[in-house]
């Protein structure tokens, strides 16, 4: 069946060091990938974003990298700041109909000064 | 803009108590989306709605209905609440139909009795 999971449910670093948050899918049938950052209290916020026909993408301190043949994404932060503290989800969008998006349970990333 | 609006942001409800829960989005969105999110488990779609005067079950859509109520509005009712629809609800939206990304409101806290 399809399913996105994480592999570490909590992630505690040290402010100012990378952050590397994983995530395992199981259906290769997906077009996208998106990584969402969720707050306590708050809906999910988009992050960045990645086609499946691409294996890495940066943002602003922000990297995607995607291994199809592993069906293996991961989130790598740089120069973690508090302010990064959240939930991230990481959710597999099937395009076309209604653009259905499996998410992941989440990983709690947790930052320490 | 604000983006995508609900409320009310939190509810106490007794079992077979009826409610409405209001989303809009102020980005002219065509499709819609209301999920649920429970501790230790991502978000799930109840329903989804890809363009006005259309609605569509998702994941889990028993025990809800959903209107589409204008462009800019999504509603989310259930009827007769019980224990297990105690949640998060998210409404979201999405833009064209080559715009993967789904947007989200901030939530409504749901506590049925």
């Known amino acids: 069946g399809e399913s996105v999971g994480l592999h570490l449910p909590t992630l505690s670093v040290q402010e100012g060091d990378n952050s590397i948050i994983n995530c395992a899918y199981s259906?290769?049938?997906?077009?996208?990938f998106i990584w969402y950052k969720q707050e306590s209290g708050k809906g999910p916020q988009f992050i960045i974003d990645i086609r499946s026909n691409m294996d890495k993408r940066q943002g602003q301190r922000v990297t995607v990298l995607l291994n199809k043949t592993v069906k293996h994404l991961s989130l790598q932060i740089a120069a973690t700041q508090p302010g990064d503290s959240a939930v991230y989800f990481c959710a597999e969008v099937f395009s076309g109909g209604y653009n259905k998006l499996i998410f992941g349970a989440g990983t709690r990333l947790a930052v320490h000064p | 803009n604000a983006g995508v609006t609900q409320t009310p942001k939190f509810q106490v409800l007794k079992t077979g108590q009826s409610m409405t829960l209001q989303c809009a989005q102020d980005?002219?969105?065509?499709?819609m989306y209301w999920y649920r999110q429970d501790p230790g488990m991502g978000l799930r779609l109840i329903y989804y709605s890809a363009s006005e005067g259309t609605t569509d079950k998702g994941e889990v859509p028993n025990g809800y209905n959903v209107s589409r109520l204008n462009k800019r509005e999504f509603s989310l009712r259930l009827e007769s609440a019980a224990p297990s629809q105690t949640s998060v609800y998210f409404c979201?939206?999405?833009?064209?139909?080559?715009?993967?990304?789904?947007?989200f409101g901030p939530g409504t806290r749901l506590l049925v009795l």
């Open positions: 979201a939206s999405r833009g064209r139909r080559d715009q993967e990304t789904q947007y």
């Open positions: 259906n290769s049938a997906s077009d996208y």
């Open positions: 980005m002219n969105h065509n499709s």
